[in-house]
Nanobody, 120 residues
Framework: QVQLVESGGGLVQPGGSLRLSCAASGSDFSIYAMGWYRQAPGKQRELVAIITISGRTNYVDSVKGRFTISRDNAKNTVYLQMNSLKPEDTAVYYC??????????????WGQGTQVTVSS
């Protein structure tokens, strides 16, 4: 079985920075695309950033130039560096990954979520 475990959320003032991490744990698996989603109260979950196995990235327009997604394939970990944070970035952030278990099909996995609050 594979689990995605997130860390790095918290409370930060506007203009501040946070770095989220998400590590996949388990054995005998391969990770393909990895991404970060967020869900603010009363809103639908939205894709924030995605990174392919080859390192190609894509971002929602509202975070371009402020957020950077990266991954360390050796550590099965994806990161989200968030700079110049705004109150509207406040949300629960979820890690997401397409993972193939050995000899299995590719399935989509979610982390448990980590709260990011941007407030003075």
């Amino acid at each position: 079985q594979v689990q995605l475990v997130e860390s790095g959320g918290g409370l930060v003032q506007p203009g501040g920075s946070l770095r989220l991490s998400c590590a996949a744990s388990g054995s005998d698996f391969s990770i393909y695309a990895m991404g970060w989603y967020r869900q603010a109260p009363g809103k639908q979950r939205e894709l924030v950033a995605i990174i392919t196995i080859s390192g190609r990235t894509n971002y929602v327009d509202s975070v371009k130039g402020r957020f950077t997604i990266s991954r360390d394939n050796a550590k099965n970990t994806v990161y989200l560096q968030m700079n110049s944070l705004k109150p509207e970035d406040t949300a629960v952030y979820y890690c997401n990954a397409d993972i193939r278990l050995i000899l299995g099909t590719v399935n989509n996995y979610w982390g448990q979520g980590t709260q990011v609050t941007v407030s003075s």
